[in-house]
């Protein structure tokens, strides 16, 4: 047969599992106008039954409070983690965009704009007729010289 403190002892598992819900409630009202925050539930589950051998068969045995836990939106998470990753490949795209630049005007000679200018009309005349070896000889020889 259970003791008596037994029945205070599932009254005080009980406070703490409504204590703790309470509180949480009142965190999710205080920050329902703050940016970027997503409201947390408690999770609870009933403890395990003992077993009484008498008449009714078991005894409860109070609440245990398993984890306050955030609820979010997955439709949100998926499209934040889009977002992100297509933040993250144009960053990349960028930055080598950015690089070939900075190489593209290392081989060009800085005293001359018509250098610049016949090498990249030496490029599209290549671009429009590759087959043509006059033209892909003086190509490469001005970027040898």
């Given at each position: 047969m259970a003791s008596t403190f037994f029945g205070l002892e599932i009254a005080s598992s009980g406070l703490r599992a409504s204590n703790a819900a309470l509180n949480t409630t009142a965190n999710n009202i205080s920050n329902t106008n703050t940016e970027g925050y997503s409201r947390q539930e408690v999770k609870q589950e009933a403890m395990n039954p003992?077993?009484?051998?008498?008449?009714y068969g078991c005894a409860g045995a109070g609440v245990n409070t398993l984890a306050i836990?955030?609820?979010?939106?997955?439709?949100y998470d998926n499209k934040f983690r889009d977002n992100e990753t297509k933040l993250g490949e144009f960053d990349t795209k960028?930055?080598?965009c950015k690089m070939i630049r900075i190489i593209w005007r290392m081989t060009i000679r800085p005293d001359s704009s018509q250098s610049s200018i016949s090498l990249r009309w030496r490029c599209r005349r290549l671009r429009r007729t590759p087959a043509v070896n006059l033209t892909r000889g003086r190509l490469s020889l001005r970027q040898r010289a």
């Open positions: 003992l077993r009484v051998f008498a008449t836990e955030r609820i979010r939106e997955q439709f960028a930055y080598y």
